[in-house]
Each structure stands twice: as C-alpha cells, then as structure tokens.
C-alpha cells in the first residue's frame, strides 16, 4: 500500500478502539445503551448508570428504598454487565441516592 492511499475509516476507527481509551469509553457505552436488558425490571426506572472510575460503575438510584432493594440484585446485575462488556472494564457497583429524584427524562 503506498502513502497516498486513503485508509479504511473501519479500519482507522477498529485500530483505536484496541489501543486507546476510545475503545474502553465506547465498551462503557453499551451500559447506558442496553440499561433497560441489564436492569431488572422493576429496578431499571429506579435508577441509571451515572459514571464509571476506577472500573467501578456508579449507579443513580431514586430512593434509599430502591438503593436497599437493588442491592440484594448486585451479583446478578454484574453479571449481565459482564455479559455486554468484559470484566476488565467494569469491577464492581457502588449505588448512590440521586439528588435529581427524576429519571423519566434520561
């Protein structure tokens, strides 16, 4: 292939997901995407994935009642996490009250 061959965008955009940040950020990004599989129901309109640092996933929960209740499904929810990204990326859970006190708009 000589210089002046425009390369494969695909290709381009594979090659940094494998060997930069960009490619955790978008593995991180299927949580959001796919909250409503991962989350059982009822639990998943009680709260929301908030952030994630140090491969530990901070989830929003609407109440303290919903906090204790969800936490009873941690194991669970962190293996159908695992099932959408490795578990390299994401440890563990940590629940924290929201201070919004409405999901309905994410």
């Given at each position: 292939m000589s210089d002046d061959t425009p390369e494969n965008i695909a290709a381009i955009l594979e090659s940094l997901k494998s060997k930069s940040a960009f490619g955790v950020n978008l593995e991180e990004a299927k949580i959001w995407e796919q909250w409503?599989?991962?989350m059982p129901a009822p639990y998943h309109l009680q709260s929301y994935?908030?952030?994630v640092k140090d491969k530990v996933l901070h989830v929003e929960v609407l109440n303290a009642v919903w906090m204790h209740k969800i936490s009873y499904k941690k194991?669970?929810?962190l293996a159908k996490i695992h099932a959408v990204v490795?578990?390299?990326i994401i440890k563990?859970?940590?629940f924290v009250l929201s201070k919004e006190?409405?999901?309905e708009s994410r």
């Open positions: 409503d599989a991962i994935p908030l952030r194991p669970e929810i490795s578990s390299k563990d859970l940590r006190h409405n999901f």
